[in-house]
């Protein structure tokens, strides 16, 4: 259960990671304390590489900036380089003052032949005696050149403690990143040393390399010497608080352990003894928080596996490991100071959902026992609202209560959303105080193994373990259960695998003898198809024709005795059909028989439950002992009448209308989901008491007819079928019935039904639907009409309803139109207006239906034109449609001519010449893609567009209306700018 420890922590810890590899890097301490102290640094993209080897250029520059107290150095370099191979090599050059620095002190040196290598690799021994060089040591002095010079530097940097950690190191190969971090942060905190010469007679000096003191004393290490950082041996650390400028408070129950201003998250450091990293000895300037060498985390994992080990109080068990304790070792939750008990008592009392926290095994005094221990609780609850100031959180177990939380409170994933699963962390027990969040794991799988009465399940080779009361596994279920490790918080049916494709409809039926002896019946299916077919067994009884029953089967006779599946029963036709016709079951397939199963509380096809049916109303089921139901639009219903059995969408059920309807509940089966708290009907069947399937009723709705209407028959039953341009594009539907109610070119009301068949087919002035022509409309609500044919001003109707529906329509080509514009209406030669839109009123007389016509005539009303008038308008149309290209397109607003123009870059453009031949040119843009046009405008033959910047390159698709007297027409052009 580690990798669960793990997880449950990282958000409340916080991740920590300096470096993007922070995984990879086995010696931390030492590379988080170099970075702290700026002596190494990651790469552009985030990573340490700490497996990388350590080259001699870059050891030269950590020894530089560590020396100098981690700022960077002022170097110079000689106007003859030292070295052939760094000033002219374009990777290394950039290292030359540094060489040269270290050169210079005689802390490096070449390689012969005047060269430095400086993309070489570094030693463990090669590193050593630079480190050694500068705590002090005298490389001619100590013999750190000649022959046996590696010897000499592995002895001396054992005894100061440079390969401390390192152990089985080999120092003659190439040192990594990860290992040169290590023995940099060892030399740090070595002592200085110098040299004392003492005279021995004569000639002779003696020469002893010494410890530098303080004047307390105290040895003088290179950290202390070049940064004036001490490591303070500290306690306990107990609590981690972000602060308002993103830094953080760091408290250990030392006697002065608060540390402030800390830059980096240590919380995953709670419980540990450690030691803190500080310059001056002020507290607020922290370097780093490290372990203390002898405080080791002995085990992780989750309480759940935490046991007592019998007869001895001095042990625990972790995940089946024992491990020894100090007497009273006491239990911590995350960031706070005071116990919450003793281990041992932890390890014999855990239950709920404490069993599913995280917890930490810490020794803090290296004698190999635990002495402290840190858990992180936590609650899993089901988010109920995510709003843009507030979230809500139901929780299932663990607090009390989570409720609604300000969003500014609350420190969540990416994405939250209702209905997600998450385990939340209260504020108190978190570094940064707000509420913590995190998407819980949501595991799908069929349960194929239960133990401990329900409570444990198996899914996918995984046990899983209730904490919540009630929530229990069955076998066979396909659950989704929400889980922390290998603990359940939440366990439903999952409706991800239920399928109506499991269910059958059994109608009539018949026990046969002969050669297909067998219980014969009449089976329908979800797919809409039937077959007669055999029944082999009913809730797993073998149906038998001849013998004596067994148990676990049935004889099929003409009298029925003894209890069905007994040994011995028989059961005749009568009772079968009571048993098992005009209802539902789920079934399987054995060849070509048929094993069918009651639908009940333990076989619900994966649904979330199941209920029989007493009634139903205004698209609801009222169930016979669970409440009331909707009925999903997709849902497979069985229905049968006095008249017929069908297989019907839930969308035809809910088009039955408000009339109530009453069902023989024995007959009348449903599975349902649930959502949101409300059930939904997926599949089922539903059984008139009385009566023929009624037919859908739905709402009024609105059309235009666009091609003849015709006669076809299905199940023996007559329609028209009519195919219509809507509001929602066209739909081909039918009536039942033997006459036409309306032809081509008509505009129509009729009554949706069930969005296939529909009914109340009216035409026209028996619709409300009347010709009317546009005065006015500048877009909105406002709208001025009169009446086609009238040259009064006065308008009847002034104003869009809100919901108002609009459909575009070509009449010329009796077609519809996906978009258009509303236009007002042209005038005849005798100063009439000219239809232009069909409408209906409402009882305000809003606009609440308008069809309008895209080329602004109604060709169903009279509208007289003059002809001269018209063919003036023609001949301007051609001469538009020579100046652009035509192709296959026919300048509607679905396939416009097209014409590409060079752009100047300006604020004025000709975009298309041509002749109007008198008639009035007008244009609209209808589409723009970054242009910046803002203008289009016809004069001295050429269409010509403005703008208030200079235009761009993109297209503009315009709406171009040639207009004469009452004549008018609209050509739709896409012009490109290049």
Not at 164 to 169: A, F, H, I, V
Not at 364 to 375: L, S
Not at 472 to 479: A, I, K, L, R
Not at 796 to 807: E, L, P
Request: aromatic share 8%; hydrophobic share 35%; charged share 25%.
């Amino acid at each position: 259960m580690l990798c669960v420890a793990v997880m449950l922590s990282v958000m409340v810890m916080g991740a920590g990671a300096a470096f993007s590899d922070q995984d990879k890097i086995e010696n931390t301490e030492a590379v988080d304390a170099c970075s702290a102290l700026n002596i190494i640094g990651g790469y552009p993209d985030g990573s340490y590489k700490p497996e990388g080897n350590i080259k001699r250029s870059e050891i030269c520059k950590m020894i530089c900036v560590a020396l100098n107290g981690g700022e960077e150095p002022t170097l110079g370099t000689p106007a003859t380089p030292t070295f052939s191979d760094v000033r002219n090599t374009p990777n290394a050059a950039w290292a030359e003052k540094y060489i040269e620095s270290c050169v210079s002190q005689g802390i490096v040196s070449g390689v012969g032949g005047g060269r430095f290598s400086p993309n070489g690799n570094v030693t463990g021994s090669q590193l050593a005696k630079m480190l050694l060089v500068c705590l002090g040591f005298d490389s001619d002095i100590e013999g750190y050149t000649g022959n046996a010079w590696d010897m000499n530097v592995n002895v001396r940097a054992t005894q100061k403690g440079l390969y401390k950690g390192l152990e089985g190191l080999d120092v003659s190969a190439a040192l990594t990143r990860d290992t040169a971090a290590q023995m940099v942060w060892n030399a740090l905190q070595a002592g200085e040393v110098k040299y004392e010469y003492t005279w021995v007679g004569g000639d002779a000096t003696k020469v002893t390399a010494v410890d530098k003191l303080d004047n307390a004393n105290n040895p003088i290490t290179l950290l202390k010497d070049k940064y004036n950082a001490t490591i303070v041996d500290e306690g306990i650390l107990t609590t981690v608080e972000q602060d308002s400028k993103g830094t953080y408070n760091v408290k250990t129950d030392a006697t002065a352990g608060t540390y402030t201003k800390v830059e980096k998250d240590y919380s995953d450091l709670m419980g540990q003894k450690v030691d803190v990293m500080v310059k001056d000895d002020d507290h607020s300037k922290v370097y780093g928080i490290y372990a203390n060498e002898d405080s080791k985390v002995i085990a992780t994992g989750v309480v759940g596996d935490l046991d007592p080990v019998t007869g001895d109080s001095e042990k625990i068990k972790l995940d089946s490991t024992e491990y020894k304790i100090d007497t009273g070792a006491k239990v911590y939750h995350f960031n706070k100071t005071a116990d919450a008990g003793t281990l041992i008592s932890l390890a014999k009392t855990h239950s709920g959902v404490q069993d599913a926290y995280s917890i930490k095994l810490i020794d803090n005094d290296g004698n190999g026992k635990i002495d402290r221990a840190v858990v992180t609780p936590f609650a899993v609850a089901e988010v109920t609202y995510v709003g843009t100031s507030s979230m809500t959180f139901q929780a299932v177990n663990g607090f009390a209560t989570i409720g609604n939380k300000d969003v500014d409170d609350v420190t969540a994933y990416d994405g939250i959303a209702e209905d997600d699963w998450v385990i939340v962390y209260a504020d108190s027990d978190t570094v940064d105080g707000n509420y913590n969040v995190e998407k819980a794991t949501v595991v799908t799988g069929e349960v194929t193994g239960t133990r401990n009465n329900g409570t444990e399940g198996l899914i996918d080779g995984t046990w899983y373990t209730s904490l919540v009361s009630g929530k229990t596994f069955n076998v066979g279920d396909t659950v989704d259960v929400v889980t922390v490790g290998k603990y359940a918080f939440n366990i439903e049916i999952s409706d991800t695998t239920a399928t109506s494709a499991d269910v059958l409809y059994v109608d009539g039926l018949e026990i046969k003898t002969g050669l297909n002896a067998g219980l014969n019946a009449k089976l329908y299916f979800t797919d809409g198809t039937s077959k007669e077919a055999l029944i082999s067994k009913i809730d797993n009884v073998k149906l038998i024709t001849s013998g004596t029953a067994a148990k676990g089967e049935c004889l099929l006779n003409s009298s029925t005795s003894g209890t069905f599946g007994d040994k011995g029963s028989t059961i005749n036709e009568s009772d079968l059909k009571t048993m098992i016709e005009d209802k539902v079951f789920t079934f399987s397939v054995d060849g070509d028989k048929y094993e069918i199963k009651t639908i009940s509380d333990t076989n619900k096809a994966g649904f979330k439950g199941q209920d029989t049916v007493a009634s139903y109303a205004d698209k609801t089921l009222t169930l016979s002992n669970k409440g009331t139901a909707k009925i999903a639009d997709d849902a497979v219903i069985f229905v049968e009448g006095a008249d017929d059995t069908k297989v019907v969408s839930g969308a035809t059920v809910n088009a039955w209308g408000k009339d109530s309807i009453s069902f023989t509940a024995a007959n009348s089966i449903v599975l349902y989901s649930e959502s949101n708290g409300f059930k939904y009907v997926q599949v089922g069947s539903l059984k008139l008491a009385t009566g023929n399937i009624p037919d859908a009723s739905g709402d009024t709705a609105y059309g235009y007819v666009t091609a003849d209407p015709y006669l076809i028959k299905e199940d023996g039953t007559n329609y028209i079928q009519y195919t219509l341009w809507t509001a929602d594009g066209e739909k081909v539907v039918r009536e039942k019935t033997s006459d036409v109610h309306a032809n081509k070119g008509d505009f129509i009301s009729y009554n949706v039904g069930d969005g296939t068949t529909i009914k109340t087919v009216k035409v026209g002035d028996d619709a409300n639907l009347f010709a009317g022509a546009v005065t006015a409309y500048a877009g909105g609500e406002d709208i001025n009409m009169v009446q086609a044919d009238n040259d009064a001003i006065s308008s009847f109707a002034d104003k869009m309803a809100d919901d108002a529906t609009v459909v575009y329509v070509n009449t010329a080509d009796t077609k519809g139109v996906d978009g258009g514009k509303i236009r007002t209406a042209s005038k005849d030669s005798n100063d009439k207006y000219i239809a232009n839109v069909m409408y209906k009123l409402d009882s305000e007389n809003k606009v609440e239906v308008l069809f309008v016509d895209v080329n602004n005539d109604l060709e169903a009303v009279d509208n007289p034109v003059v002809a001269d008038d018209k063919k003036a308008v023609e001949d301007a149309v051609s001469a538009l449609k020579s100046a652009v290209t035509t192709g296959s397109a026919n300048g509607t607003a679905e396939k416009p001519y097209t014409k590409t123009v060079t752009n100047t870059d300006g604020k004025s453009l000709d975009l298309i010449t041509f002749s109007a031949n008198g008639t009035t040119v007008s244009a609209s843009i209808v589409e723009d893609t970054a242009t910046k046009i803002t203008s289009v405008k016809y004069a001295d033959g050429k269409l010509t567009a403005t703008s208030t910047e200079n235009m761009v390159d993109g297209s503009v698709k315009l709406a171009i209306t040639i207009a004469n007297n009452n004549a008018t027409a609209t050509v739709y052009v896409n012009v490109t700018l290049n």
